[in-house]
């Protein structure tokens, strides 16, 4: 650019050379004294437009210059000078580089949104490949930045249901939302949206984990449907009985006695599944009154094992307990926590045959006291042991028990509300181990 003018100026300079050569040879015509005027004209005029033509290059030969700098990122250049073109120039790389400032720290917000959400993104561009991912979507697909983007959507997520969305919101504008299921039961719902004016970001794919909402909705489902059958089995029992009595039985004394026992135990089991309901709301929502005291739960562990000492004789069971004199002292409800290790100790028992052992267990533990419980029954699968503390849940082994059910359910949120938490190991085979803790008292205190 600045050759080309050059060029032109030059071709402009030559012309005035050449015209003032031929005014000078006219003044060969003229008197003395008007060709002498019109000579230093003629050269004053030629010098001042030689000396603003020199000026006027060399400021485009800054200007050109600073520009190459400006266009390969150097926004600090500046054009010396005070004349129109150098004002222009300085003008105009400043409100550039306010304005790339202004759109920089609007990408890095923009990008500290995406990658401060829990939530993994996905942007494609028109072709459905990927153009962005945030920092969730590389922790959910398990691959980088650099390995997601410039890959088809459908080879990330090769589900077909997520791959017809996106494209619907890509090709005809369409928000949609569908759920997929990944491997190791994981449920997403997966949120498309087209993008109006966003560059090469044509839609977005955003994916919500909603695991646990399926699986509380699973829960909710189970709960509804343990509650149906605890109720209907002992209702259904005390109906048949009250028929039998209705239809003769009542004039046999033996078997009247007989039916109204069994009728008994039915309301019993009842009673008891309506109080066990009760007691676990109320410790769920903080409404039941936990005491919190100093004590020592070596005394709370004996006094639990010593009413049960005679039940585990009778079943042939070998209940051990050695006592542990130097444990800390914990801040809790003793009455409830030895409902905690009954709990325990009768599933134990429960589940043990003739011949097998119960022991117990405590120890100090980083600012708590450990206590647990193993038997030598015939364990938990790994596929149940995540599900042994929900409401009504019961494994294979204990269908056919008389259980409620909710025994494991108020342990564990009575630890809870301890502030501990409660476990369970098992093999499968060989027994299980359920250990709870409680933070000990100086621990508590601290906190």
């Known amino acids: 650019m600045a050759r ?14 050449v015209a003032g050569l031929v005014a000078f040879a006219v003044t060969d015509r003229l008197d003395g004294t008007v060709a002498a005027a019109l000579g230093g004209t003629l050269a004053a005029s030629f010098a001042a437009t030689a000396a603003l033509t020199l000026a006027f290059l060399m400021s485009l030969w800054h200007v050109e210059a600073s520009a190459r700098l400006v266009v390969s990122g150097d926004l600090k250049q500046r054009v010396a000078g005070e004349g129109p073109l150098a004002r222009s120039f300085n003008e105009m790389v400043a409100v550039l580089g306010e304005r790339l400032e202004g759109a920089a720290q609007e990408r890095n917000r923009l990008m500290a949104v995406l990658n401060s959400s829990i939530d993994a993104v996905l942007a494609v561009d028109s072709e459905g490949r990927i153009t962005f991912a945030n920092a969730a979507a590389e922790a959910l697909f398990e691959r980088s930045h650099g390995e997601l983007v410039g890959d088809p959507f459908g080879w990330v997520v090769p589900e077909e249901q997520a791959i017809e969305a996106l494209r619907s919101s890509r090709e005809a504008g ?25 560059g090469e970001w044509a839609a977005l794919a955003v994916f919500h984990d909603v695991t646990d909402v399926k699986r509380t909705e699973q829960v909710r489902r189970d709960f509804v ?16 009985l009250i028929e039998s009595l209705e239809s003769g039985a009542l004039d046999e004394p033996a078997t009247a006695k ?31 009154p936990m005491a919190s005291e100093p ?64 022991r117990v267990l405590a ?9 647990s419980v193993s038997d030598t029954g015939a364990g938990i699968s ?29 342990v564990k949120h009575t630890v809870e509300a301890h502030g501990g938490r409660v476990s369970v190991e098992s093999a ?20």
């Open 363 to 371: 120890a100090a533990q980083e600012g708590a006291v450990a206590v």
């Open 4 to 17: 080309r003018l050059l060029l032109q100026l030059a071709v402009i300079h030559l012309t005035s050379f």
């Open 225 to 240: 449907a343990n509650v149906s059958h605890e109720l209907r089995t002992p209702l259904a029992a005390i109906k048949s």
């Open 174 to 198: 369409e928000a949609r939302s569908v759920i997929s299921e990944r491997p190791n039961h994981q449920f997403l719902q997966v949120v498309t949206t087209p993008i109006a004016g966003g």
């Open 428 to 447: 499968g085979s060989g027994g299980s181990t359920f250990t709870f803790t409680i933070p000990a008292a100086v621990a508590a205190g601290a906190k």
């Open 382 to 410: 790994a596929e149940e042991l995540p599900r042994v503390f929900e409401r009504f849940y019961k494994v294979d082994r204990a269908r056919g028990s008389a259980g409620t059910g909710l025994g494991l359910a108020i």
């Open 258 to 288: 007989d039916f109204l026992e069994r009728a008994n135990h039915e309301v019993d089991r009842l009673v008891r599944l309506v109080e066990e309901l009760m007691e676990l709301s109320r410790i769920e929502s903080g409404e039941v």
């Open 295 to 358: 004590l020592d739960l070596a005394e709370v562990i004996a006094a639990a094992v010593e009413r049960l000492r005679r039940q585990a004789r009778s079943l042939g069971v070998e209940l051990s307990w050695l006592g542990a004199p130097d444990l800390p002292a914990v801040l809790g409800d003793a009455e409830r926590l030895e409902r905690v290790l009954v709990n325990l100790l009768l599933n134990a028992l429960k589940f043990t045959p003739s011949g097998g052992s119960v």
